[in-house]
T-cell receptor, first 110, second 111 residues
């Protein structure tokens, strides 16, 4: 069974640009959550989608948004990038409880 | 909202000794407590979890204990090996969809 797949693995963007990250969950998993990991703030919850609906949201500005498609794949978008958005972005999929993480997308904003 | 405190931030033990990492949480409604291991450059991997209706769970050399009254839970690793070196994160949630993580513990196993 394939694990959680995130693309791309690495991204370099310029301040002010926008970026879209993709996450394909484990087959059959309908819940997809997104997390931001930084050395200073640790792992912080961004949002969670279930059956194409945002079910939970963390404390991030509106520049961070996401969506989920009918096949459970999810995307997150960050607009007007800031230097502080540089981080590892992880998605996790869940079926009945346990959350399994993808390898992450490392975003560097310059 | 939920807040999770994790201690210690770094832990160094001799190979073969035991390691204990502790976490406290603030929201008494939290009912799911997983532990993740993250090696350098890799994804967090779920190593063990416990739900609020259970006080202790064990999987080979790894065990987790939960004290709901005191709102704390702990990870115990026995007979540590070099491959146990990693950063360990605890988390708490109501269900697994919105995990609130501790700040992590960097565990180093000295040969």
């Amino acid at each position: 069974k394939a694990g959680v797949t995130q693309t791309p693995r690495y991204l370099i963007k310029t301040r002010g640009q926008q970026v879209t990250l993709s996450c394909s969950p484990i087959s059959g998993h309908r819940s997809v959550s997104w997390y931001q990991q930084t050395p200073g703030q640790g792992l912080q919850f961004l949002f969670e989608y279930f059956s194409e609906t945002q079910r939970n949201k963390g404390n991030f500005p509106g520049r961070f948004s996401g969506r989920q498609f009918s096949n459970s794949r999810s995307e997150m978008n960050v607009s007007t990038l800031e230097l502080g958005d540089s981080a590892l972005y992880l998605c996790a999929s869940s079926l009945t409880g346990e959350a399994f993480f993808g390898q992450g997308t490392r975003l560097t904003v310059v | 909202g939920e807040n999770v405190e994790q201690h210690p931030s770094t832990l160094s033990v001799q190979e073969g000794d035991s390691a204990v990492i502790k976490c406290t949480y603030s929201d008494s409604a939290s009912n799911y407590f997983p532990w993740y291991k993250q090696e350098l450059g890799k994804r967090p991997q779920l190593i063990i979890d416990i739900r609020s209706n259970v006080g202790e769970k064990k999987d080979q050399r790894i065990a987790v204990t939960l004290n709901k009254t005191a709102k704390h839970f702990s990870l115990h690793i026995t007979e540590t090996q070099p491959e146990d070196s990693a950063v360990y994160f605890c988390a708490a949630s109501k269900g697994a969809q919105k995990l609130v993580f501790g700040q992590g513990t960097r565990l180093t196993i000295n040969p």
